[in-house]
């Protein structure tokens, strides 16, 4: 299955023009199987992420990209309305607390923006494959991710049409739902992907 780790839209991200609709039926126009949607510091409330997926015919999870001092983080299992969190050892408490699981997101795009190798063990690994970054700076982001227990994802980053299903994620599993997904996310059972154009 093909699934699109890292999307927003405008409903609540300011710096997206997409409409849900409209990014959801590219996406399957595209040969997505699913997506998450992961707006910045807001979670979709996941019965409103399940009647998006009834009217468009693919899956759609909640997931949310986090703001912290060490960039942006990807957090994927949580379904409840999501608190101000910006420090990362407090969003990995919060994360363990809930089962969930932690992604730092697009790690080579801010270059003055460095991960102490130590508190890269706060992460449950990394996104190694952007949509909206360049060859380097995906190939430094997978990296880092091959010294993680977990394989790196893959999203496209999606702010505006052209860059919807531009990357995603390969499960080998069949996905259903969101224990699905962290099923199969916790097997490392998967890799980023590249769709083309």
Known sequence: MLIDMHTHTSVFS???????????????????DGVVLTEH???WAADRAARLAEQVGILVLPG????T??????????????????D????????????????????ARD??????????ELFDGVEGLNGCDGPLQNQSASSRGRTRPLPPIGGSDSHALHEVA?????????IRSLDDLMKALRSGDYRPATLPY
């Open 88 to 107: 990362s050892k407090r969003l990995r408490d919060y994360c363990d607390e809930r089962d969930a699981l932690m992604y730092l997101a697009h790690p």
């Open 166 to 174: 531009t990357a995603a994620t390969e499960f080998e599993a069949r």
């Open 111 to 120: 270059p003055g923006l460095r991960v102490p190798r130590e508190a890269m």
């Open 41 to 43: 510091d807001v979670i």
């Open 64 to 67: 949310i990209e986090v703001t």
């Open 14 to 32: 300011t710096d997206s023009n997409l409409l849900p609709h409209e990014s959801l039926a590219r996406a399957a126009e595209r040969g997505l």
């Open 69 to 86: 001092e060490l960039g942006h983080v990807l957090v994927y299992g949580v379904t409840e309305p999501f608190p101000r969190i910006t």
